[in-house]
Protein backbone atom coordinates (compact mmCIF):
# COMPACT_ATOMS: atom_id res chain seq x y z
CA UNK A 1 0.00 0.00 0.00
CA UNK A 2 1.65 3.54 -0.71
CA UNK A 3 0.27 6.23 1.00
CA UNK A 4 1.17 9.98 0.59
CA UNK A 5 1.64 12.23 3.48
CA UNK A 6 1.57 15.91 3.42
CA UNK A 7 2.72 17.44 6.87
CA UNK A 8 0.22 19.58 8.75
CA UNK A 9 2.58 22.32 9.32
CA UNK A 10 3.07 22.97 5.30
CA UNK A 11 6.71 22.43 5.44
CA UNK A 12 7.20 23.36 1.64
CA UNK A 13 5.53 27.02 1.65
CA UNK A 14 7.63 27.84 5.09
CA UNK A 15 10.46 26.59 3.18
CA UNK A 16 9.59 29.36 0.07
CA UNK A 17 9.38 32.34 2.69
CA UNK A 18 12.49 31.60 4.29
CA UNK A 19 14.09 31.42 0.54
CA UNK A 20 12.85 34.73 -0.50
CA UNK A 21 13.63 36.32 2.52
CA UNK A 22 17.18 35.09 2.22
CA UNK A 23 17.46 36.25 -1.22
CA UNK A 24 16.06 39.32 -0.44
CA UNK A 25 18.23 39.81 2.57
CA UNK A 26 20.87 40.26 0.51
CA UNK A 27 19.76 42.72 -2.01
CA UNK A 28 17.94 44.76 0.92
CA UNK A 29 21.17 45.13 3.04
CA UNK A 30 22.51 47.22 0.14
CA UNK A 31 19.65 49.78 0.45
CA UNK A 32 19.26 49.57 3.91
CA UNK A 33 15.30 49.42 3.98
CA UNK A 34 13.47 47.33 6.30
CA UNK A 35 11.55 44.29 4.96
CA UNK A 36 9.00 42.73 6.84
CA UNK A 37 8.10 39.28 5.99
CA UNK A 38 4.77 39.19 7.32
CA UNK A 39 3.03 41.82 5.20
CA UNK A 40 -0.95 42.77 5.96
CA UNK A 41 -3.44 40.67 4.01
CA UNK A 42 -4.82 41.98 1.13
CA UNK A 43 -8.35 42.48 1.45
CA UNK A 44 -10.13 41.73 -1.31
CA UNK A 45 -6.91 40.29 -3.53
CA UNK A 46 -6.78 36.99 -5.54
CA UNK A 47 -4.94 34.32 -4.96
CA UNK A 48 -3.14 33.23 -7.90
CA UNK A 49 -1.76 29.54 -6.58
CA UNK A 50 1.21 27.96 -8.40
CA UNK A 51 2.70 25.93 -5.20
CA UNK A 52 2.15 22.83 -7.26
CA UNK A 53 4.28 23.92 -10.11
CA UNK A 54 6.58 25.14 -7.46
CA UNK A 55 6.88 21.80 -6.30
CA UNK A 56 7.39 20.06 -9.35
CA UNK A 57 10.05 22.57 -10.19
CA UNK A 58 12.00 21.84 -7.12
CA UNK A 59 11.73 17.99 -7.94
CA UNK A 60 13.26 18.59 -10.98
CA UNK A 61 16.20 20.91 -9.47
CA UNK A 62 16.63 17.75 -7.66
CA UNK A 63 16.58 15.37 -9.89
CA UNK A 64 19.01 17.57 -12.70
CA UNK A 65 20.96 18.87 -10.25
CA UNK A 66 20.98 21.88 -11.97
CA UNK A 67 23.20 24.73 -10.03
CA UNK A 68 24.11 22.36 -7.29
CA UNK A 69 26.68 23.55 -5.35
CA UNK A 70 27.39 20.15 -2.85
CA UNK A 71 27.51 16.34 -4.00
CA UNK A 72 26.19 14.20 -1.16
CA UNK A 73 28.08 10.96 -1.02
CA UNK A 74 25.74 8.30 0.56
CA UNK A 75 28.02 5.13 1.74
CA UNK A 76 25.43 2.09 2.89
CA UNK A 77 28.00 0.71 5.99
CA UNK A 78 29.26 -2.42 5.42
CA UNK A 79 28.88 -2.68 2.00
CA UNK A 80 31.19 -0.75 -1.07
CA UNK A 81 27.59 1.27 -2.02
CA UNK A 82 27.84 5.03 -2.84
CA UNK A 83 24.43 6.41 -3.94
CA UNK A 84 25.75 10.14 -5.46
CA UNK A 85 23.45 13.03 -4.93
CA UNK A 86 23.57 16.49 -6.24
CA UNK A 87 22.05 18.71 -3.82
CA UNK A 88 21.86 22.54 -2.96
CA UNK A 89 23.14 23.64 0.59
CA UNK A 90 20.23 26.14 0.61
CA UNK A 91 18.02 23.65 0.85
CA UNK A 92 19.63 21.22 2.78
CA UNK A 93 20.53 23.92 5.19
CA UNK A 94 16.98 25.60 5.65
CA UNK A 95 15.19 21.81 6.26
CA UNK A 96 18.00 20.64 8.75
CA UNK A 97 20.68 22.27 11.43
CA UNK A 98 22.55 18.81 11.07
CA UNK A 99 22.78 19.75 7.25
CA UNK A 100 23.92 23.09 8.02
CA UNK A 101 26.68 22.02 10.62
CA UNK A 102 28.44 19.67 8.25
CA UNK A 103 28.38 22.17 5.00
CA UNK A 104 30.30 24.56 7.57
CA UNK A 105 32.71 22.56 8.22
CA UNK A 106 33.12 20.96 4.52
CA UNK A 107 36.63 20.88 3.07
CA UNK A 108 35.49 20.65 -0.62
CA UNK A 109 32.25 20.53 -2.42
CA UNK A 110 31.68 16.47 -1.15
CA UNK A 111 29.90 15.43 1.75
CA UNK A 112 30.19 11.53 2.64
CA UNK A 113 27.45 10.17 4.76
CA UNK A 114 27.37 7.03 5.92
CA UNK A 115 23.63 4.98 6.69
CA UNK A 116 22.64 1.88 7.47
CA UNK A 117 21.42 -0.71 4.74
CA UNK A 118 17.80 0.49 5.62
CA UNK A 119 18.35 4.35 5.58
CA UNK A 120 20.30 4.24 2.31
CA UNK A 121 17.33 2.40 0.74
CA UNK A 122 15.07 5.55 1.54
CA UNK A 123 17.70 7.92 1.32
CA UNK A 124 16.21 9.39 -1.92
CA UNK A 125 12.68 9.89 -0.42
CA UNK A 126 14.36 11.60 2.48
CA UNK A 127 15.86 14.32 0.07
CA UNK A 128 12.94 14.44 -1.88
CA UNK A 129 10.91 15.36 1.19
CA UNK A 130 13.53 17.61 1.80
CA UNK A 131 13.08 19.67 -1.44
CA UNK A 132 9.58 18.77 -1.87
CA UNK A 133 7.92 18.35 1.74
CA UNK A 134 5.65 15.49 0.65
CA UNK A 135 6.91 12.19 0.79
CA UNK A 136 4.61 8.36 0.16
CA UNK A 137 5.61 5.40 2.49
CA UNK A 138 5.07 1.92 2.90
CA UNK A 139 4.89 0.35 6.67
CA UNK A 140 8.34 -1.08 5.74
CA UNK A 141 9.55 2.46 5.14
CA UNK A 142 8.30 3.98 8.45
CA UNK A 143 11.08 3.31 10.43
CA UNK A 144 14.20 3.75 8.05
CA UNK A 145 12.55 7.34 7.51
CA UNK A 146 12.13 7.96 10.96
CA UNK A 147 15.64 7.38 11.94
CA UNK A 148 16.79 10.05 9.19
CA UNK A 149 14.01 12.44 10.05
CA UNK A 150 15.57 12.05 13.62
CA UNK A 151 19.33 12.07 12.58
CA UNK A 152 19.31 15.12 10.44
CA UNK A 153 16.79 16.89 13.00
CA UNK A 154 14.02 17.16 10.20
CA UNK A 155 11.87 17.51 13.29
CA UNK A 156 7.95 18.26 10.95
CA UNK A 157 8.68 14.77 9.10
CA UNK A 158 9.59 12.86 12.43
CA UNK A 159 6.42 14.08 13.73
CA UNK A 160 4.62 12.86 10.85
CA UNK A 161 5.98 10.00 10.92
CA UNK A 162 5.01 9.29 14.31
CA UNK A 163 1.56 10.61 13.53
CA UNK A 164 1.36 7.88 10.63
CA UNK A 165 2.45 4.88 12.92
CA UNK A 166 0.02 5.67 15.47
CA UNK A 167 -2.86 5.70 12.59
CA UNK A 168 -1.72 2.41 10.77
CA UNK A 169 -1.31 0.10 13.93
CA UNK A 170 -4.32 -1.85 12.44
CA UNK A 171 -3.27 -1.49 8.80
CA UNK A 172 -2.90 -5.08 7.05
CA UNK A 173 1.12 -6.23 6.74
CA UNK A 174 2.12 -9.71 5.64
CA UNK A 175 4.18 -10.07 8.66
CA UNK A 176 2.94 -7.33 11.20
CA UNK A 177 4.73 -4.30 11.67
CA UNK A 178 2.96 -3.48 15.13
CA UNK A 179 5.84 -4.94 17.01
CA UNK A 180 8.25 -3.72 15.38
CA UNK A 181 7.43 -0.14 15.69
CA UNK A 182 7.07 -0.82 19.67
CA UNK A 183 10.56 -2.16 19.52
CA UNK A 184 11.90 1.38 18.20
CA UNK A 185 9.86 2.97 20.61
CA UNK A 186 11.30 1.62 23.36
CA UNK A 187 14.91 1.80 22.10
CA UNK A 188 14.10 5.65 20.94
CA UNK A 189 12.33 6.14 23.91
CA UNK A 190 9.26 7.41 22.50
CA UNK A 191 6.95 6.37 25.47
CA UNK A 192 4.11 7.92 23.54
CA UNK A 193 4.24 5.45 20.13
CA UNK A 194 5.51 2.85 22.54
CA UNK A 195 1.95 3.05 24.51
CA UNK A 196 0.03 3.53 21.16
CA UNK A 197 1.37 0.09 19.97
CA UNK A 198 1.14 -1.46 23.93
CA UNK A 199 -2.42 -0.31 23.82
CA UNK A 200 -3.11 -1.51 20.08
CA UNK A 201 -1.77 -5.13 21.01
CA UNK A 202 -3.25 -5.29 24.03
CA UNK A 203 -7.08 -4.09 22.53
CA UNK A 204 -6.49 -6.77 20.24
CA UNK A 205 -4.65 -10.08 21.36
CA UNK A 206 -6.89 -12.52 19.68
CA UNK A 207 -5.63 -11.37 16.38
CA UNK A 208 -2.27 -11.10 17.50
CA UNK A 209 -1.86 -14.18 18.94
CA UNK A 210 -3.01 -16.14 15.67
CA UNK A 211 -0.80 -14.09 13.78
CA UNK A 212 3.11 -14.42 12.45
CA UNK A 213 3.90 -11.82 15.02
CA UNK A 214 3.10 -13.47 17.86
CA UNK A 215 6.40 -15.80 17.86
CA UNK A 216 8.57 -12.66 16.78
CA UNK A 217 7.78 -10.77 20.21
CA UNK A 218 10.09 -10.26 22.53
CA UNK A 219 10.64 -12.01 26.10
CA UNK A 220 10.14 -8.16 27.69
CA UNK A 221 6.63 -7.52 25.86
CA UNK A 222 5.40 -11.19 26.44
CA UNK A 223 5.46 -9.83 30.12
CA UNK A 224 4.45 -6.46 29.95
CA UNK A 225 1.39 -7.88 28.02
CA UNK A 226 0.93 -10.76 30.32
CA UNK A 227 0.53 -8.88 33.75
CA UNK A 228 -1.78 -6.21 32.13
CA UNK A 229 -6.06 -6.97 33.38
CA UNK A 230 -7.06 -4.49 30.20
CA UNK A 231 -5.98 -6.95 27.57
CA UNK A 232 -8.62 -8.22 24.98
CA UNK A 233 -8.89 -11.64 23.92
CA UNK A 234 -11.13 -14.24 23.88
CA UNK A 235 -10.49 -16.36 27.18
CA UNK A 236 -7.26 -17.10 29.99
CA UNK A 237 -7.37 -20.64 27.73
CA UNK A 238 -6.49 -18.64 24.66
CA UNK A 239 -4.00 -16.72 26.24
CA UNK A 240 -2.35 -20.26 27.98
CA UNK A 241 -2.78 -21.97 24.63
CA UNK A 242 -0.46 -18.73 23.03
CA UNK A 243 2.18 -19.11 25.42
CA UNK A 244 2.58 -22.79 24.72
CA UNK A 245 3.26 -21.47 20.96
CA UNK A 246 6.21 -18.54 21.60
CA UNK A 247 7.99 -20.55 24.53
CA UNK A 248 8.01 -23.45 21.92
CA UNK A 249 9.35 -21.06 19.07
CA UNK A 250 11.46 -19.04 21.11
CA UNK A 251 12.61 -21.38 23.75
CA UNK A 252 14.04 -18.49 26.84
CA UNK A 253 15.22 -19.32 29.23
CA UNK A 254 14.17 -21.62 32.40
CA UNK A 255 13.67 -18.26 34.40
CA UNK A 256 11.72 -16.88 31.73
CA UNK A 257 9.17 -19.75 31.40
CA UNK A 258 8.54 -19.91 35.22
CA UNK A 259 7.77 -16.18 35.59
CA UNK A 260 5.07 -16.31 32.04
CA UNK A 261 3.63 -19.17 33.63
CA UNK A 262 2.99 -17.45 36.75
CA UNK A 263 1.09 -14.95 35.36
CA UNK A 264 -1.18 -16.66 33.91
CA UNK A 265 -4.62 -16.25 35.61
CA UNK A 266 -5.11 -20.01 36.49
CA UNK A 267 -8.50 -19.22 38.08
CA UNK A 268 -10.21 -17.91 34.98
CA UNK A 269 -9.99 -21.01 33.43
CA UNK A 270 -12.92 -23.43 34.40
CA UNK A 271 -12.06 -26.13 36.16
CA UNK A 272 -12.61 -29.24 33.22
CA UNK A 273 -9.96 -27.04 31.43
CA UNK A 274 -7.25 -26.64 34.05
CA UNK A 275 -7.85 -30.02 35.17
CA UNK A 276 -6.69 -31.23 31.50
CA UNK A 277 -4.24 -29.13 30.50
CA UNK A 278 -2.46 -30.57 34.00
CA UNK A 279 -3.11 -33.77 32.61
CA UNK A 280 -2.14 -33.30 28.92
CA UNK A 281 0.12 -29.86 28.28
CA UNK A 282 3.46 -30.80 28.29
CA UNK A 283 4.63 -27.15 28.72
CA UNK A 284 2.64 -27.55 32.41
CA UNK A 285 4.48 -31.18 32.92
CA UNK A 286 7.51 -29.88 32.49
CA UNK A 287 7.33 -26.94 34.34
CA UNK A 288 4.34 -28.14 37.29
CA UNK A 289 6.42 -27.90 40.06
CA UNK A 290 6.86 -24.01 39.42
CA UNK A 291 3.06 -23.72 39.32
CA UNK A 292 2.02 -26.35 41.76
CA UNK A 293 1.03 -23.39 44.08
CA UNK A 294 -1.08 -21.42 41.96
CA UNK A 295 -2.83 -24.46 40.21
CA UNK A 296 -3.52 -25.73 43.79
CA UNK A 297 -4.68 -21.95 44.59
CA UNK A 298 -6.78 -22.44 41.29
CA UNK A 299 -8.46 -25.11 41.95
CA UNK A 300 -9.87 -24.11 45.85
CA UNK A 301 -10.78 -21.32 43.98
CA UNK A 302 -13.41 -23.50 41.68
CA UNK A 303 -14.29 -25.17 44.72
CA UNK A 304 -15.34 -22.64 47.47
CA UNK A 305 -18.36 -19.53 47.40
CA UNK A 306 -16.60 -16.25 47.24
CA UNK A 307 -17.51 -15.68 50.94
CA UNK A 308 -15.63 -18.89 52.05
CA UNK A 309 -12.73 -18.28 50.15
CA UNK A 310 -12.37 -14.54 51.07
CA UNK A 311 -12.12 -16.11 54.91
CA UNK A 312 -9.09 -17.83 53.80
CA UNK A 313 -7.07 -15.93 50.77
CA UNK A 314 -6.61 -12.71 50.02
CA UNK A 315 -8.78 -12.25 47.13
CA UNK A 316 -7.06 -9.37 45.76
CA UNK A 317 -4.94 -10.84 43.42
CA UNK A 318 -4.31 -11.24 40.11
CA UNK A 319 -5.38 -15.26 39.50
CA UNK A 320 -8.97 -14.13 40.55
CA UNK A 321 -9.14 -10.94 38.23
CA UNK A 322 -10.99 -11.48 35.02
CA UNK A 323 -9.22 -9.48 31.92
CA UNK A 324 -11.63 -8.44 29.44
CA UNK A 325 -12.90 -12.06 27.76
CA UNK A 326 -15.13 -11.81 24.64
CA UNK A 327 -16.50 -15.41 24.95
CA UNK A 328 -19.99 -15.26 25.63
CA UNK A 329 -20.43 -16.77 29.55
CA UNK A 330 -18.50 -13.26 30.15
CA UNK A 331 -20.70 -10.66 28.27
CA UNK A 332 -22.40 -9.97 24.62
CA UNK A 333 -21.74 -7.73 22.16
CA UNK A 334 -24.53 -4.94 21.75
CA UNK A 335 -24.83 -3.51 18.26
CA UNK A 336 -27.31 -0.28 18.48
CA UNK A 337 -28.58 1.05 15.31
CA UNK A 338 -28.84 4.93 14.47
CA UNK A 339 -27.90 5.39 18.37
CA UNK A 340 -29.41 9.25 18.72
CA UNK A 341 -32.60 8.15 17.81
CA UNK A 342 -34.16 7.21 21.07
CA UNK A 343 -33.35 5.11 24.53
CA UNK A 344 -32.39 1.88 24.05
CA UNK A 345 -32.14 -1.75 26.21
CA UNK A 346 -30.92 -4.79 26.01
CA UNK A 347 -30.35 -7.82 27.94
CA UNK A 348 -27.85 -10.69 28.14
CA UNK A 349 -26.89 -13.03 30.56
CA UNK A 350 -24.00 -14.32 32.11
CA UNK A 351 -22.16 -16.42 34.27
CA UNK A 352 -22.48 -15.49 38.03
CA UNK A 353 -18.78 -16.36 38.23
CA UNK A 354 -15.36 -17.72 37.01
CA UNK A 355 -15.68 -20.05 40.05
CA UNK A 356 -16.54 -23.42 38.96
CA UNK A 357 -18.67 -23.55 42.64
CA UNK A 358 -20.73 -21.45 40.59
CA UNK A 359 -20.60 -23.00 37.40
CA UNK A 360 -24.47 -23.59 36.76
CA UNK A 361 -25.58 -20.18 37.74
CA UNK A 362 -26.93 -17.88 35.68
CA UNK A 363 -27.18 -13.98 36.09
CA UNK A 364 -29.57 -11.94 33.63
CA UNK A 365 -28.60 -8.38 33.25
CA UNK A 366 -30.38 -5.63 31.72
CA UNK A 367 -28.63 -2.72 30.73
CA UNK A 368 -30.32 0.68 29.10
CA UNK A 369 -28.58 3.19 26.50
CA UNK A 370 -29.45 6.73 26.61
CA UNK A 371 -27.93 9.06 23.93
CA UNK A 372 -28.73 12.15 25.95
CA UNK A 373 -28.61 11.78 29.19
CA UNK A 374 -28.41 14.69 31.52
CA UNK A 375 -27.71 14.19 35.68
CA UNK A 376 -30.02 15.41 37.85
CA UNK A 377 -29.04 18.58 38.48
CA UNK A 378 -28.95 19.69 34.76
CA UNK A 379 -32.18 18.46 34.49
CA UNK A 380 -34.22 21.28 36.26
CA UNK A 381 -33.96 24.51 37.53
CA UNK A 382 -35.68 26.03 40.09
CA UNK A 383 -37.60 29.79 39.27
CA UNK A 384 -37.84 32.72 41.40
CA UNK A 385 -41.02 31.10 42.68
CA UNK A 386 -39.81 28.32 43.56
CA UNK A 387 -40.93 25.89 41.41
CA UNK A 388 -39.62 23.34 39.10
CA UNK A 389 -39.22 24.04 35.46
CA UNK A 390 -37.90 21.27 32.86
CA UNK A 391 -35.10 22.57 30.64
CA UNK A 392 -34.60 21.70 27.25
CA UNK A 393 -33.19 17.92 27.25
CA UNK A 394 -31.07 17.92 24.26
CA UNK A 395 -27.53 18.81 24.74
CA UNK A 396 -27.11 15.67 27.39
CA UNK A 397 -24.61 12.85 26.38
CA UNK A 398 -24.85 9.52 25.82
CA UNK A 399 -24.90 6.79 29.13
CA UNK A 400 -25.10 3.30 29.34
CA UNK A 401 -26.53 1.74 32.80
CA UNK A 402 -26.51 -2.01 33.10
CA UNK A 403 -28.26 -3.82 36.57
CA UNK A 404 -28.69 -7.24 37.24
CA UNK A 405 -32.50 -8.33 36.75
CA UNK A 406 -32.89 -9.52 40.32
CA UNK A 407 -31.06 -9.68 43.21
CA UNK A 408 -29.57 -12.78 44.57
CA UNK A 409 -28.12 -14.02 47.23
CA UNK A 410 -25.44 -15.32 45.28
CA UNK A 411 -24.02 -11.98 44.65
CA UNK A 412 -22.36 -11.86 48.46
CA UNK A 413 -18.81 -11.45 48.37
CA UNK A 414 -18.83 -10.09 44.94
CA UNK A 415 -18.88 -6.93 42.84
CA UNK A 416 -19.62 -6.83 39.20
CA UNK A 417 -17.19 -4.45 37.28
CA UNK A 418 -18.96 -3.37 33.80
CA UNK A 419 -16.40 -3.10 31.26
CA UNK A 420 -18.08 -1.34 27.45
CA UNK A 421 -15.69 -1.79 24.74
CA UNK A 422 -16.37 0.17 22.07
CA UNK A 423 -15.49 0.07 18.05
CA UNK A 424 -14.68 2.73 15.98
CA UNK A 425 -13.61 2.86 12.31
CA UNK A 426 -10.09 3.76 11.63
CA UNK A 427 -8.02 3.23 8.38
CA UNK A 428 -10.72 1.26 6.81
CA UNK A 429 -10.76 -1.24 9.78
CA UNK A 430 -12.77 -1.57 12.94
CA UNK A 431 -10.42 -1.53 15.75
CA UNK A 432 -10.84 -0.94 19.78
CA UNK A 433 -11.37 2.18 20.37
CA UNK A 434 -11.91 2.90 23.54
CA UNK A 435 -12.73 0.75 26.98
CA UNK A 436 -14.64 2.25 29.91
CA UNK A 437 -14.78 0.50 33.23
CA UNK A 438 -17.68 1.22 35.81
CA UNK A 439 -20.10 -0.68 38.26
CA UNK A 440 -23.49 0.81 37.67
CA UNK A 441 -23.15 3.31 34.99
CA UNK A 442 -21.02 5.08 32.62
CA UNK A 443 -21.44 8.26 34.54
CA UNK A 444 -18.74 7.30 36.80
CA UNK A 445 -16.17 6.72 33.82
CA UNK A 446 -16.96 10.57 33.27
CA UNK A 447 -16.02 10.39 29.66
CA UNK A 448 -18.52 7.90 28.03
CA UNK A 449 -18.14 8.46 24.68
CA UNK A 450 -16.66 11.71 25.03
CA UNK A 451 -15.97 13.36 21.39
CA UNK A 452 -17.55 10.55 19.51
CA UNK A 453 -20.29 13.15 17.99
CA UNK A 454 -22.50 10.35 17.30
CA UNK A 455 -24.97 13.03 15.67
CA UNK A 456 -22.49 13.61 13.13
CA UNK A 457 -22.97 10.88 10.55
CA UNK A 458 -19.56 10.92 9.04
CA UNK A 459 -18.54 9.86 13.01
CA UNK A 460 -15.92 7.15 13.20
CA UNK A 461 -17.56 5.75 15.87
CA UNK A 462 -20.82 4.56 13.53
CA UNK A 463 -20.08 1.65 11.28
CA UNK A 464 -22.48 1.55 9.00
CA UNK A 465 -24.66 4.39 11.26
CA UNK A 466 -24.77 1.52 14.03
CA UNK A 467 -22.81 1.71 17.38
CA UNK A 468 -20.97 -1.35 17.93
CA UNK A 469 -20.33 -2.20 21.45
CA UNK A 470 -19.25 -5.44 23.81
CA UNK A 471 -20.18 -5.52 27.00
CA UNK A 472 -18.35 -7.47 29.99
CA UNK A 473 -19.35 -8.53 33.01
CA UNK A 474 -15.96 -8.60 35.47
CA UNK A 475 -16.75 -10.30 38.89
CA UNK A 476 -14.16 -8.86 41.06
CA UNK A 477 -14.47 -11.02 44.81
CA UNK A 478 -13.63 -9.00 47.72
CA UNK A 479 -11.41 -8.98 50.30
CA UNK A 480 -12.72 -9.38 53.92
CA UNK A 481 -11.95 -6.58 56.20
CA UNK A 482 -11.10 -8.89 59.40
CA UNK A 483 -7.89 -10.35 59.47
CA UNK A 484 -7.57 -14.22 57.82
CA UNK A 485 -6.56 -16.79 58.80
C1 LIG B 1 -2.38 26.26 -3.14
O1 LIG B 1 -2.76 25.00 -3.66
C2 LIG B 1 -2.38 23.87 -2.88
C3 LIG B 1 -2.81 22.59 -3.57
O2 LIG B 1 -3.00 22.79 -4.91
C4 LIG B 1 -3.01 23.99 -1.52
O3 LIG B 1 -2.59 22.90 -0.70
C5 LIG B 1 -2.60 25.29 -0.87
O4 LIG B 1 -3.26 25.42 0.38
C6 LIG B 1 -2.95 26.46 -1.77
N1 LIG B 1 -2.44 27.69 -1.17
C7 LIG B 1 -3.15 28.81 -1.08
C8 LIG B 1 -2.47 29.98 -0.45
O5 LIG B 1 -4.31 28.86 -1.49
C1 LIG C 1 18.43 21.98 -15.91
O1 LIG C 1 19.37 22.17 -16.92
C2 LIG C 1 18.99 21.61 -18.17
C3 LIG C 1 20.08 21.87 -19.15
O2 LIG C 1 21.34 21.76 -18.58
C4 LIG C 1 17.71 22.24 -18.65
O3 LIG C 1 17.29 21.60 -19.82
C5 LIG C 1 16.65 22.05 -17.58
O4 LIG C 1 15.45 22.73 -17.96
C6 LIG C 1 17.10 22.59 -16.26
N1 LIG C 1 16.14 22.29 -15.27
C7 LIG C 1 15.71 23.16 -14.37
C8 LIG C 1 14.72 22.65 -13.37
O5 LIG C 1 16.10 24.29 -14.34
C1 LIG D 1 36.91 16.11 -0.40
O1 LIG D 1 37.27 15.93 0.95
C2 LIG D 1 37.19 14.61 1.42
C3 LIG D 1 37.57 14.60 2.89
O2 LIG D 1 36.66 15.34 3.61
C4 LIG D 1 38.09 13.67 0.64
O3 LIG D 1 37.92 12.35 1.08
C5 LIG D 1 37.73 13.77 -0.83
O4 LIG D 1 38.63 13.01 -1.61
C6 LIG D 1 37.76 15.22 -1.30
N1 LIG D 1 37.26 15.26 -2.66
C7 LIG D 1 37.80 15.99 -3.59
C8 LIG D 1 37.15 15.94 -4.93
O5 LIG D 1 38.80 16.67 -3.39
C1 LIG E 1 -6.19 -4.60 45.49
O1 LIG E 1 -4.79 -4.50 45.27
C2 LIG E 1 -4.39 -3.39 44.49
C3 LIG E 1 -2.88 -3.44 44.32
O2 LIG E 1 -2.40 -4.72 44.33
C4 LIG E 1 -4.82 -2.10 45.18
O3 LIG E 1 -4.48 -1.00 44.36
C5 LIG E 1 -6.31 -2.13 45.43
O4 LIG E 1 -6.69 -0.97 46.13
C6 LIG E 1 -6.70 -3.36 46.20
N1 LIG E 1 -8.16 -3.40 46.33
C7 LIG E 1 -8.78 -3.74 47.45
C8 LIG E 1 -10.27 -3.73 47.39
O5 LIG E 1 -8.18 -4.04 48.46
C1 LIG F 1 -7.13 -6.35 14.87
O1 LIG F 1 -6.12 -6.41 13.90
C2 LIG F 1 -6.54 -6.78 12.60
C3 LIG F 1 -5.35 -6.82 11.69
O2 LIG F 1 -4.26 -7.35 12.32
C4 LIG F 1 -7.54 -5.79 12.08
O3 LIG F 1 -8.03 -6.21 10.86
C5 LIG F 1 -8.69 -5.64 13.07
O4 LIG F 1 -9.54 -4.61 12.64
C6 LIG F 1 -8.17 -5.35 14.46
N1 LIG F 1 -9.29 -5.38 15.38
C7 LIG F 1 -9.37 -4.61 16.44
C8 LIG F 1 -10.56 -4.84 17.29
O5 LIG F 1 -8.53 -3.79 16.74
Not at 422 to 435: D, E, L, N, P, Y
Request: glycine fraction near 6%; aromatic fraction near 10%; charged fraction near 20%.
Amino acid sequence: MMMTMHPQDQEFPLGICLTTLILLGSFVSVGGAALKLEAPADVGATVLNHSMSLVQRMEGLLAAGNGSDVTLRVHTINTDEVKVIQAHSLVLTMQSDVFEEMLLNRINGTVVLRETPDSAAVFDKFIRYLYCGDVSLRLDQAISLHKLASKYHVWGLQQGLTQYMTQHLSSDSPTGHVVGWYNYALQTGDTSLRDSCLQYLSWNLSSVLQSQEWGSISEDLLLSLLQRSDLILQSELELYEALEVWIDQNQPETKTVETALRAVRYGMIPPHYLFRLQKQSALMQKYYESIRDLLYLAFQFHSASPITLAKYFDVNCSIFTPRNYLSSSWGSPWIINNPTRDDRSFSFQTQLGPSGHDASKRVTWNSLFSPRWLPLSARSTYTEMGAMQPTRTDGGRPRIIVTPATSSADFAGVSFQKTVIVMARQQGKVVVRHVYNFHQSTEEAGDFLAGADLQRRASDYLIDSSLYLHVVIKPLYHTLLVARK
